[in-house]
Every structure is written in C-alpha cells, then in structure tokens.
C-alpha cells in the first residue's frame, strides 16, 4: 500500500515556465487537498476536492489550478511560475468517514528562479 | 478568521527531558489534531481529540482537548532523540469546505542526547 505519493520529488523551474506537481493515492479517498509549507508559515491550504469533478480554492488559491478528474490523482498546475511560489508542496489525503484525518505525501521542492 | 498559535516556536531539550507544548485558538474547535513532521518528510497524524476534557495517549505521547474548547496541548515524556521534528497542532476549517483543516505555525524540537 503506497498511500499517498507525490512526483517529483524535486524541481527547479524558471520564472513563467509551467507546470504539473503530481499526487496520487491508492487508498480510495474522497478527500484530496494541496498544502504548501513556507519557513515560519506553517502549512496553507492550496486546493482541495471532495471527490471526482468536485473541487474548491483554499486559503492560497492565487497562480495554481487543479482538476480531479479521478479518484485517485489530484494534480496541481502552475501556469506560470513566480519566484513567491518557491515552497514545498505537500498533498494529502482522507476518507469520509475520518475526514481530519489526513495522510500526507513526502512531499515536492519547488525553486523558482 | 480562524487562527491557531503555537508556543513555543521551538525548544531545545535533552534526552530524557519532558515536552510541554501547546496550541490556542481564536475561536471554538470541536476537533484538534496533532501532527509531527519529520525532515524531509510530510506530516503524520499523532493524536486526533474529539471531546472537551478528553485526554489521550499514544506511546509516550499525551494531548489534551482544553475545556473551553479554544486550546489543546501535547506532551512528550522521556524525550528521545528520534522526537525531533515540528509539531503541528489542527483544526477543522469551518469557513471552508467539509475536511479542511487550518494548521498551526509548529513547534520545532530539537533534543540534544
């Protein structure tokens, strides 16, 4: 059981360059949501989904788009990359019947330069 | 809107020593979670508190659903070194969608052996 796995682990891009963080999980969740962690921020919500077709901006939506076409992928795009959206990206996930209760993947390193 | 403060920021401990940490909100919560991130790794659930009053262990690990519903706090007894990390105290997002969670800013542990 995989859990919750992000792709890439990794990536430097340049400023307005696009594009797509990966996130898939092979545990049936529901509930599938984009954080990203700045030094001394804490964790801020991105985008979030409660299943297929259905998403819902977060706390930080601006620069970021997401689709949720399955069960399992919840991707993340960014358009056109900013300096500000250097952070690491988290995406987790849960079921309906713990909604809080969330697992989380390892996590991507985005540097944008 | 909704807030969560941690103190302290971070600590630095020696092994052996007891963790008191905590987590203070602006408003009423009916769920508090506790989650712990190690380096380079995303966070994992340690504790989740349903109930004013309740108190609940894991391990070494114990965290209290404050009275007035607006606090919680975790404590870690006989500290090891495998303990550092941020720890991260949560709560339901009720201006969001059902399942979001906001984080605290975390308690960054450092234990010296």
């Known amino acids: 059981n995989a859990g919750v796995t992000q792709t890439p682990k990794f990536q430097v891009l340049k400023t307005g360059q696009s594009m797509t963080l990966q996130c898939a999980q092979d545990?049936?969740?529901?509930?599938m949501s984009w954080y990203r962690q700045d030094p001394g921020m804490g964790l801020r919500l991105i985008h979030y989904?409660?299943?297929?077709?259905?998403?819902d901006q977060g706390e930080v939506p601006n620069g970021y788009n997401v689709s949720r076409s399955t069960t399992e992928d919840f991707p993340l795009r960014l358009l056109s990359a900013a300096p500000s959206q250097t952070s690491v990206y988290f995406c987790?996930?849960?079921?309906?019947?713990?909604?809080?209760?969330?697992?989380f993947g390892s996590g991507t390193r985005l540097t944008v330069v | 809107g909704q807030q969560l403060n941690q103190s302290p920021q971070s600590m630095f401990i020696q092994e052996g020593e007891d963790v008191s940490m905590n987590c203070t909100s602006s408003?009423?919560?009916?769920?508090w979670l506790w989650y712990k991130q190690d380096p380079g790794e995303g966070p994992v659930l340690l504790i989740a508190?349903?109930?004013?009053?309740e108190l609940t262990s894991n391990g070494r690990l114990t965290a209290q659903f404050g009275i007035t519903r607006k606090d919680s706090f975790l404590n870690i007894s006989a500290s090891i070194p495998s303990d550092v990390g941020i720890y991260f105290c949560?709560?339901?997002?009720?201006?969001?969608?059902?399942?979001?969670?906001?984080f605290g800013k975390g308690t960054k542990l450092s234990v010296k052996p």
């Open positions: 987790a996930s849960s079921w309906k019947g713990d909604v809080y209760g969330y697992t």
């Open positions: 989904s409660v299943g297929a077709g259905i998403t």
């Open positions: 508190l349903y109930k004013a009053g």
């Open positions: 408003s009423i919560f009916n769920t």
């Open positions: 949560a709560g339901p997002n009720y201006g969001g969608s059902q399942g979001n969670l906001i």
């Open positions: 545990m049936n969740h529901e509930y």
